[in-house]
C-alpha cells in the first residue's frame, strides 16, 4: 500500500467535472480521480477548514461512525475495473477492523474529516499513477530569470566603483 494525500482539487475545463489529485507521500507521482461536485465541494470544504451550519452527509457518516463507538482508522483505493475506481473505508469496532465498500471520493471525504491515512494499493498507482509534466511555462521563467541575472551581473561587472568616491 502506498500512503498518499490530497494535493489538488481540479475542475476539468472541457466538461466541469471535478479531479481529485492524489500525490503520493514519498514521489512526485500522482493518482488523478473523477469525482462528482458534491465530493469535491465535500473534500474542499473539509481541507479549506470552511464551517457549515449543518453537517454534510460525510459529516453525518463520521457522526453515525463515532455514535456507534467505531473509529476509522484508514481509506484504501483498492482497485480499478472498467475505469472505476473503488475504495474500502476501515472502521475499528471494539478492536474488530472492518472493511466497508465504498466510492473512493466518498472514502476521500471522510479520510479527510477524521484526519486518517489514505492509502492506494501499488497496483493500482503502477497502471495508473502519473508523473506530473514541467511546467512549460515554469521552465521558461527560470531561463528567462537567468539570462535577466546574467545580463545584470554583466553590467555591475562594467561598473567603475572608483566614479562614486567623488
Known amino acids: 500500500m502506498i500512503e498518499v494525500v490530497v494535493d489538488s482539487i481540479r475542475i ?6 471535478r479531479i481529485v489529485v492524489l500525490r503520493e507521500m514519498d514521489s512526485d507521482r500522482q ?14 470544504i473539509e481541507l479549506q477548514d470552511v464551517e457549515v451550519s449543518r ?7 463520521k457522526n453515525v461512525i463515532t455514535a456507534l ?6 481509506v484504501l483505493i483498492k482497485a480499478l475495473h472498467d475505469g472505476v475506481f473503488y475504495a474500502s473505508l476501515f472502521v475499528d469496532m471494539k ?8 466510492r473512493s471520493s466518498d472514502a476521500i471525504a471522510l479520510a479527510v474529516r477524521v484526519k486518517v491515512p489514505i492509502f492506494v494499493n501499488e497496483a493500482v498507482m503502477d497502471e495508473v499513477g502519473v508523473l506530473p509534466e514541467p511546467d512549460i511555462l515554469e521552465e521558461e521563467s527560470k531561463e528567462a530569470e537567468g539570462e535577466t541575472l546574467d545580463v545584470f551581473s554583466d553590467f555591475v561587472d562594467s561598473l567603475d566603483f572608483e566614479d562614486f568616491d567623488e
Do not use: F, M, R
Not at 453537517?55 to 457518516?61: A, G, K, N, W
Not at 463507538?69 to 484508514?74: D, L, N, T
Open 55 to 61: 453537517p454534510v452527509t460525510h459529516d453525518l457518516l
Open 31 to 44: 493518482l488523478p480521480i473523477w469525482i462528482g461536485p458534491y465530493e469535491a465541494d465535500a473534500i474542499t
Open 69 to 74: 463507538g467505531g473509529k476509522v482508522s484508514h
Open 95 to 102: 478492536n474488530e477492523l472492518k472493511e466497508i465498500d465504498s
Open 12 to 17: 476539468s475545463l472541457v466538461s466541469q467535472h
